[in-house]
């Protein structure tokens, strides 16, 4: 194969960032002051502002420059796809093997392992939807076996609105938390930590240009508010969330903390891996107009769970799914979202939910694997495990294979949990 | 009486804002740039950035007259309530009738009617809780005639997490929402404007001083980081809720439009109106330790919801209740928001839930003084209302009075109900 970039890095095949995927984040490097904008290029970062610095992104238009200089991709976000599109492209042509650049750019590379991943805007709003339709029917199962999905599942994309300040980035490690629970429904509530502690495998998707309060999102447009994908790890205390969240929903069960993978990969790095459009089931209703519109797919998205327990010298996998499979498209939950004139900006973050598929094998959250906690999953080693352990480590995957093409990768979203307090 | 002021409209016993009350706001004036920190005193403002320019402040720590200067109260909450009483008692000692210095400050008052008054601060996340037993009880006997509280209530003081983006402040008028509704559960839901928009009379706190991520907030120390009050109107498209809130709570049917009112009112100011703690009904759960360290009460506030038609020229009294018969106080309410390690942070809102009495002329929303609609209510010019139509404004005021003492007011919290697009 013909090497694609000087950096050599980026032409393993299997590397998560080939010089197709350029993902942005937010990093801080070794001796530098404040954060700034990158992408990933193989085992290293472009640092963007020092790009603009070098003039070395002279060819895009000076708004775009002015926020590549930013400590957060918000400015970015809000100037619209087209922007974020002409910096990688910019980049990429720089990138390239038979670029003539190279000594230019070269001084703005940085080794990954010399920096920090910072979460890469100020999220303002965070909502969590529940667009996977086998977790739906998994968790309503367990709690009502003869009804599990409500009667506005397949018309409605359900969602709810959750705590942006708790977002951490890959790698931040969490306490266990304390919570009201009622295991005993004859004796009173508890106060003390989690017994019940659970990942969440989530696709994260990032507003780039926003809506103004009172304006709808068409469906057909809902994609070019949508600057790019990352991974959430919904961290769920269950049996918090078991007694707290009737009538008005979870709370406290969730937002202790929610992790989210460093990398935000652009739709135009996706483009080659859309899914044929969501077939709904003979019998499903049809989505109401207003969502749609849109004929486009999903992203055919492999997904990952990985845990490492404190006796392990290296994680296990607890499960392999597909993004594909979902009921509802981030393009319908963006168009759903806005359609009372709720007003997205640039940095929210909405997820899609646990992503399961119809095996046990794809199931996305403990909660699923060992149904409620009573089928034990027994590890390699040995271990046990219905939920998480002190000193367990949760780690997701994410990435797009397709013949002929580079594979594009997310990175890893990764998680420690601490002992309670 | 002696005047206390030399700002005459402050001296008025009527006024919402004598120098006892001083609260904080963000206003822009006319010809002037930025918006800028303010305490509302009679019918004006003191421009306390105007104070800091011409160095009236220096008593005050610097980093306190920094965070005076900046275009939102954020820096300043997050200083604690000690940096927020310095600036008031700083600024009171200066509109004393007695004080020297009148020539030197009265400079940096601007009349009201000259400002527009801003969302104060940079409103991170928005937590709306459900405190008010009342309400609970009502709207859950339309729902379950025979349980209307479900078991959970009297030990977890219920609350969701809200949408910061759009939150308005008072005066802003805002577009009837479409969605989801299903009148009819026989035939497929339908999409298009709510015809079941309600209002919902709420108190709002900010947070000052925020906690780290993972440590929780004791109860005794809770209204430490309760930075101020204000008005909250969490409206409502009752037929958006019913249709899509099962089972993760309230979304779309909430996140259109938040209305507050403009002005933060200090819990100092508020002290002399404390109530009696809340005695629990005979047989009602003692709250668990983490609620219960604090024996204070929380505050005797009169709140008041008028409504104005399009074929009124004055707005009429819909309701009038107290803030004192919630059932969890508003500390109770920081504890438990913490009580899992999740960090709140300056400027962070916390809303009560609807503020409703036992009597009918003290609910909080039209959905309970029309019992979901069925029970219409006729107003004084002959007209009628079940729930709110298009030109519709809704006017929420509130206040404390005690004799002996100034009487403290919230302003008012308003808003107009504009016609669908």
Redesign the interface.
């Known amino acids: 194969m013909a090497l694609k970039s000087w950096v050599e890095s980026a032409n393993d095949p299997a590397t998560d960032f080939p010089i197709e995927n350029l993902p942005f984040g937010v990093f801080r490097g070794a001796g530098q002051d404040g954060p700034r904008i990158g992408l990933a290029i193989g085992d290293h970062i472009v640092d963007v502002a020092g790009c603009y610095d070098a003039g070395l992104l002279e060819a895009v238009d000076e708004l775009v420059q002015a926020a590549c200089t930013a400590p957060g991709l918000n400015e970015l976000m809000a100037l619209g796809n087209d922007a974020a599109r002409a910096v990688r492209q910019t980049v990429a042509g720089m990138l390239r093997a038979e670029s003539l650049m190279r000594s230019e750019l070269e001084p703005h590379l940085v080794p990954m392992a010399h920096t920090e991943m910072l979460v890469p805007c100020d999220i303002?709003?965070y909502?969590d939807f529940?667009a996977g339709i086998h977790h739906a029917t998994n968790v309503?199962s367990m709690f009502r076996p003869d009804n599990p999905l409500?009667?506005?599942y397949k018309?409605?994309p359900?969602?709810?609105?959750?705590?942006?300040?708790?977002i951490?980035v890959s790698g931040t490690a969490?306490?266990r938390?304390?919570?009201?629970t009622?295991p005993d429904?004859n004796a009173?509530?508890?106060?003390g930590p989690t017994r019940r502690l659970d990942y969440e495998l989530e696709v994260g998707l990032f507003i780039g240009r926003g809506n103004e309060?009172?304006e709808?999102i068409p469906i057909e447009r809902a994609e070019e508010h949508a600057f790019g994908l990352c991974l959430v790890n919904d961290w769920s205390?269950r049996d918090?969330q078991t007694?707290?969240?009737?009538?008005?929903?979870?709370?406290?069960a969730k937002?202790?903390?929610t992790t989210i993978s460093p990398w935000i990969v652009t739709l135009d790095a996706l483009e080659p891996f859309r899914a044929a459009p969501f077939a709904r089931a003979q019998g499903d209703?049809q989505p109401?107009?207003?969502l749609a519109g849109s004929q486009r797919g999903g992203f055919d998205l492999t997904l990952e769970v990985w845990l490492r327990t404190p006796a392990m010298s290296a994680p296990v996998r607890l499960s392999r799914g597909s993004f594909g499979g979902m009921y509802w498209t981030m393009a319908q939950l963006v168009a759903?979202?806005a359609?009372?004139?709720?007003?997205?900006?640039p940095g929210?973050l909405l997820a899609s939910g646990t992503v399961s598929g119809e095996t046990k094998e794809s199931r996305g959250s403990l909660l699923e694997l060992t149904w409620g906690g009573k089928e034990p999953l027994t590890l390699p080693n040995g271990e046990q495990r219905t939920f998480l352990e002190d000193g367990d480590e949760v780690i997701f995957r994410a990435y797009c294979e397709r013949e002929g093409y580079a594979r594009i990768g997310f990175g890893e979203c990764r998680g420690v949990v601490l002992p309670a307090?």
Chains 1, 2 share one sequence.
């Open positions: 303002g709003d909502t529940y309503g409500l009667p506005n018309w409605v359900i969602g709810y609105h959750g705590r942006s300040s708790s951490v969490f306490r938390p304390h919570g009201q009622r429904p009173p509530p508890q106060f309060l009172g709808r205390a918090i007694w707290e969240y009737q009538p008005l929903g979870p709370f406290l937002n202790f903390a209703p109401l107009p207003y759903h979202h359609s009372n004139g709720c007003n997205l900006e929210d307090t």
